[in-house]
């Protein structure tokens, strides 16, 4: 009688908890368009998977009245629960208890389970909604911020740690997204920056409205801080499974496999390249006319679209690809995409993700804008991190490997584990018309006709250099391959590196040119 | 082969890399890059948005290098800008509470 009365109690006490901010604030939340941080988690979740911690955890706030206030599970709900059957650790910012306000208790509901999970080694899914810092909790709610950064640092490269931004988070809050490896961001949803529209009128006279400051678009095509851009919460939900499903638990696993599949036929990959190296083509078509089902998944698509980055399976097993695009701006490196590609390389290193490398650029970007932003330090990222990382590193170049570009992409010299050319590979130190300007100056200005001089040895240095088998000759690369070879060869190379084992100096970490 | 632009390879632009011409896409980045300009050490420009608190020059004035032309308050720090060489002022473009952008042109020196 007695227990069944304690059963009711604690009953009662999750209804209540359950509730959040109450009818009306979700109320409100439903009328911005957006779900409750508990409808997220359920949505996100295997059903009837999740299982919430810290529920009865109440704010220590004395001051301003605080005391007086109930703010039901302090405005974070916190637990663990499967995607695909895999377990994963989730937080989720209520925006409806206090604006979703983060104070000490929030901040250590947080900082809990990013313990857990970074202790069971299982990927962390962080859900931003808050107005930022509980002003009345002062330098607490500061600690708070400062602890959960921590703590994405320290799990940095041993768990995946995904952010998905699906309300303000502005401030310092900011930051924690910022360190980790993936963030997920929705139209007129999401809205980061560290001062808003308000402050940046009074300041400084420049009017913004906030998704122009810090929208979704924003931060996926400009800023390059999400890498993941959804129309809708739903759809956002879909690119966590699918990515959770390709990504590994920890950096001591290797991503589940998955039934081997063939490519679709509507891929041909020997009519997707033109001959013609200046000429364009969609680089992801290659990917697909590889991959198993075709299916590859992008990450950071708005970003620098010069260069291409994602997963795909080949045979089941994941692969991050990263590969030039003939499509933008030629394909060319600059800062940006020299950015994202040596982010993307570590970030596979780290959890034993091969990387298959296709080339096809013409060097990097000229330009004052490029060379005053700073493209010696940023391109030297990409060279830093395919140097140093140890999974199997596998490069195909299509057509162009010029220059810089040509070393930076995953080159033998970097210790590129295979190195497959197409025979319409170029692989030289430059394109033709450059070189030619260069080597045969002198005849071409003492020519009656210079530019039929300078046509002719163009054609000539073409003729003897813009192919597979000076480099070839070399033993910079291993084979030149048929097109639609290339996916056998890669299957081929990844069963022969499937035990690969290399050792690094011993050291506390590098330096990279951050 | 050899002249891409008499190609019909749908509308792309073309792009120089180091005298190679390329049928490609242009990025939002690229397009909307920044044009150098060759600075011109005449204009005082506001090195930082902020609000101008005084200003102690008058056009026609001479001012020796090092002292100072007006105090531009920005992230609760007032900066003190000092002539750059000596000099004779030709124009002032501000005045005390107003508020300038980066690079607004501040004072013009003959």
């Given at each position: 009688m007695s227990l069944n009365r304690n059963i009711e109690n604690l009953r009662k006490r999750k209804i209540e908890v359950q509730k959040g901010g109450g009818d009306k604030a979700i109320e409100k939340q439903a009328a911005m368009g957006k779900l409750t941080a508990r409808e997220r988690i359920l949505a996100i979740l295997d059903e009837n998977s999740f299982h919430e911690y810290d529920m009865f955890v109440e704010h220590l706030a004395r001051d301003f009245n605080m005391e007086k206030k109930v703010l039901h599970g302090d405005g974070v709900i916190t637990g663990t629960g499967t995607i695909h059957g895999s377990p994963v650790c989730v937080y989720a910012q209520d925006f409806t208890v206090a604006g979703g306000s983060l104070g000490l208790m929030h901040a250590r509901k947080i900082t809990k389970i990013m313990d857990h999970s970074l202790k069971m080694r299982v990927p962390l899914i962080g859900i931003n909604d808050s107005g930022g810092a509980r002003i009345q909790e002062g330098v607490n709610s500061l600690a708070g911020y400062g602890e959960i950064f921590f703590r994405n640092t320290l799990s940095s490269g041993v768990i995946p740690q995904l952010s998905v931004i699906l309300g303000p988070c502005a401030g310092g809050a900011v930051y924690s997204p910022a360190l980790t490896d993936f963030v997920f961001v929705v139209e007129n949803i999401s809205k980061m920056f560290i001062t808003g529209p308000g402050v940046i009128k009074t300041v400084l006279g420049e009017e913004i409205t906030m998704e122009e400051l810090g929208g979704a678009r924003v931060h996926c095509?400009?800023?390059?801080?999400?890498h993941f851009y959804a129309k809708s919460e739903q759809e956002c939900f879909e690119q966590i499974k699918k990515l959770i499903e390709l990504i590994p638990r920890s950096n001591t696993d290797k991503a589940k496999k998955a039934e081997p599949k063939e490519p679709l036929k509507e891929y041909n990959i020997e009519e997707i390249v033109p001959d013609n190296p200046k000429l364009p083509y969609d680089i992801k078509d290659v990917i697909r006319s590889i991959t198993d089902e075709s299916d590859f998944f992008e990450v950071m698509e708005l970003y620098a679209p010069n260069i291409v980055i994602g997963f795909g399976r080949l045979n089941g097993e994941t692969c991050g690809f990263v590969a030039n695009q003939p499509k933008y701006l030629a394909g060319v490196l600059d800062c940006d995409s020299s950015d994202k590609a040596a982010r993307f390389i570590r970030y596979c290193d780290s959890f034993n993700i091969p990387i298959i490398t296709l080339e096809d650029m013409p060097g990097y970007l000229p330009g004052v804008d490029q060379e005053h932003m700073g493209v010696i330090r940023h391109g030297a990222k990409i060279l830093y991190a395919y140097s140093e990382a140890t999974v199997p590193k596998i490069t195909v170049i299509i057509r162009k490997a010029y220059g810089g570009g040509y070393i930076a992409m995953n080159s033998r010299h970097l210790r590129a584990d295979f190195v497959f050319a197409w025979p319409t590979a170029e692989i030289a130190v430059m394109g033709p018309e450059g070189a030619a300007n260069i080597v045969f100056r002198k005849e071409i200005q003492e020519a009656s006709d210079p530019d039929a001089m300078r046509k002719q040895k163009i054609e000539e240095y073409k003729e003897k250099f813009a192919n597979p088998f000076v480099a070839a000759a070399q033993g910079y690369i291993d084979e030149v391959i048929e097109p639609d070879e290339t996916r056998s060869m890669l299957l081929h190379a990844l069963s022969v590196a499937e035990n690969k084992s290399v050792s690094m100096p011993r050291k506390k970490h590098g330096i990279p040119p951050f | 082969m050899e002249n891409i632009e008499e190609q019909?390879?749908?509308e792309y632009p073309i792009l120089s890399i180091s005298s190679g011409l390329y049928k490609t896409e242009l990025t939002k980045s690229f397009r909307e890059r920044k044009k150098w300009d060759v600075p011109n050490p005449k204009l005082i420009q506001a090195i930082i948005p902020g609000t101008i608190l005084d200003v102690y020059v008058k056009p026609g004035q001479e001012v020796k290098k090092g002292e100072t032309l007006l105090i531009l308050e920005a992230m609760k720090m007032q900066n003190q800008i000092t002539m750059p060489f000596n000099g004779k002022i030709k124009k002032v473009n501000v005045k005390p509470d107003e508020i300038v952008k980066k690079k607004h042109v501040m004072i013009e020196i003959q």
């Open positions: 095509e400009t800023t390059g801080n999400a | 019909d390879y749908g």
